[in-house]
């Protein structure tokens, strides 16, 4: 790996500038911070006691979300905390009245000059919001005999859980409607009653399940991410729940909850600007990475790029590129950067992203080493020859291997030569994606063949059967003017359910061949395989050619 000029003259001037500017005396300061490219952020916890931080013996105290503020704060990314608008008991009828009424309550938590808050500006203020809810709907109606067995009414249960559901689905809404930028994290709940004998353990893991597939259901359908804690609570529950007859956790417990959240928000939130780092192909072996600076902490940094975890080159402040040669075509690199002042102090989180180079064309007298049997055989190579699909470098296809929602915008976008339109991305989850196929799934979204979810793309979901039949309909009628709108509907069982777009969009491939299913069902949220893919796509370009 190699870099080309450094420019010295600059590194130079800005040496000398720092030590000019220097004071004579040192003065009192704030503790210096280190480079970020970080906004800090504002997090709000609505919820019941869990989410207040109740202990086993029911007295208010540091729960997850205390934890959690900290560890932010440890990282320099919090600006202000705030779990006020958590209370004990809270069904989440209550927190969806909190919503409807705008209440105002004291706050509790970091970083705030007022002693109280309105709940509706504080959700539209939060770039971070937790949400703990739903057990106070359920538990209540589960009681027990002298046996320790619970006692419950199933009709009631599935009553309460199915409100769940609502309840946090209205909830959402309500927030995405103050604030649609808000990055949500829902609690799954953990099995209250480990103490029950091992005879009744089972029908009390069932209930938990239940009760996180109704919280889920709410979640279903928006950007918000729903955090499992009930395996980590079970590897050592008489520690994490130490009081018999209490069903919240000890501070062990709760830092295990705290550590689910935190690694779902390393894995999920959106830290960086889509473009904090992109990456640019030069040739066949070269690319540039551009990034932007970190923001100001009065201190010149230093930038250290890194493929995975070995330094390749240094830069200086203002310098915000570097050029890396001697790459391997078809080998996926992990870019980073990080920034280190002139005190050492370097960024807590790094720039990162993933960039493959293209392949070299591959002659048409490869074959795939996968297919020979496949049923899918023929058309496989239809589409590989007409540059539709490609293989790997280990020349397979993979004919089994579900397609994601960013590889089939790709094959798609590409088969149609499809441009963006324009320069602002539409969605806010591709940082770690090459800058072409961002612009592959730019174009989709321009042409009206995508529009995402709250901005999200989802790229890395596998495209279901439904959905990427809506998307070849949207593209017929991209490249023709039209829409293609099939004489018969299709013989499916399955579709019902879908919306009359979906279903028609399903019936035209049927119509045209394109798509048979199999006895009698489409199988819609199937995911599409590559084989499938390849099939449904050559046959739709041809469909449209004619």
Known sequence: MSKKSISYVVMAFAL????????????????????????????????????????????????????????????????????????????????????EMD??????????????????????????????????????????????????????????????????????????????????????????????????????N????????????????????FVDTSKKIAEDPYTYLPNPENIHLSQAGYKVVMEAFHKSLMENYTWFAKDALTVTAKDAAT???????????????????????????EVMSPVLSYEITDLEPNKEYHFSVQAVNQNGQKSIQHLHTKY????????????????ANHWAKDVIEVAAMKG?????ADQTFRPDTSLTRAQAMSIIIRALDLKPTSTKWAFTDLADYADSTKMDIQAAYDHGLVSGVNGHFMPNKPITRAQLALVLSRTYEVVTGKPFTPTVAAPFTDIKKFSKDTQWAIAGLYQMNIATGDNGKFMPNDSTTRAHAAKMIVHSMEAIAQ
């Open 388 to 392: 539709i699909v490609s293989g790997y």
């Open 356 to 371: 493959t180079i293209d392949k070299q064309p591959v002659e048409p007298t490869v074959v795939f080493t996968d297919i």
């Open 287 to 313: 690319v540039e990475l551009n990034w932007k600076p970190v923001i100001d902490t009065g201190m010149i940094s230093t930038y250290q790029v890194f493929i995975g975890d070995k330094i390749v080159g």
């Open 206 to 225: 069932q209930l938990v399940v239940l009760l996180n597939d109704g919280i889920k259901s709410g979640v279903t359908g928006t950007t918000a991410q």
């Open 103 to 204: 209440v105002t309550k004291p706050i509790v938590g970091i970083g705030h000059s007022d002693k109280t808050a309105t709940l509706h500006q504080s959700v539209k203020e939060a770039q971070l919001i937790t949400l703990t809810i739903g057990a106070n709907d359920v538990l209540p109606k589960i009681t027990f005999d002298d046996k320790g067995v619970p006692q419950f009414n199933s009709e009631e249960i599935q009553a309460a859980i199915m409100k769940v559901g609502i309840n946090t689905q209205k909830i959402l809404t309500k927030i995405y409607q103050l604030n649609p930028n808000a990055q949500v994290y829902v609690m799954g709940y953990y099995n209250p009653f480990p103490y029950l004998s091992p005879q009744n353990q089972p029908l009390v």
């Open 16 to 99: 000398v500038l720092q030590i000019a500017v220097m004071p004579l005396q040192s003065t009192a300061a704030e503790p210096e911070k280190a480079p970020t490219w970080i906004s800090p952020l504002n997090y709000l916890a609505l919820g019941d006691s869990l989410a207040a931080g109740v202990t086993p013996n029911n007295e208010l105290g540091k729960g997850y979300t205390d934890l959690l503020a900290e560890e932010l704060a440890n990282s320099e990314v919090l600006q202000a905390s705030n779990k006020g608008f958590s209370y004990p008991g809270y069904k989440t009828e209550d927190v969806l009245r909190d919503l």
